[in-house]
C-alpha cells in the first residue's frame, strides 16, 4: 500500500508517495490549471493499491470543484 500526501496550494499542488515503512517513492509538483486534477490522478495510478492524505481537504474540494464548473459551463 502506498500513501500519497497531497499538498495543496493556490498555485500547486504537490504528491508526495510513501510506502509503508514511510520511505518517499515519488515526489511531484503540479501547477495548478484546469488540468491539474486530471494530472495529479493519472500521476496516482501508478500505485493501484493506494490510500490519499490531503492537507486541508475541504479548501481543495472546494477549488476542485470550482475548476469543474470552469471547464463544464465555460
Do not use: Y
Not at 4 to 20: C, F, L, N, Q, R
Request: charged residues 30%; hydrophobic residues 40%; positive net charge.
Amino acid at each position: 500500500m502506498i500513501l500519497i500526501g497531497i499538498d495543496p496550494h493556490k498555485s500547486s499542488h504537490t504528491g508526495v508517495a510513501v510506502d509503508t515503512a514511510g520511505h518517499e517513492m515519488a515526489q511531484r509538483r503540479f501547477v495548478v490549471n484546469a488540468e491539474t486534477f486530471r494530472r495529479l490522478m493519472r500521476w496516482c495510478e501508478q500505485w493501484p493499491d493506494r490510500r490519499f492524505a490531503i492537507e486541508g481537504p475541504a479548501a481543495w474540494a472546494a477549488r476542485s470543484a470550482a475548476g469543474r464548473r470552469r471547464r463544464e459551463h465555460g
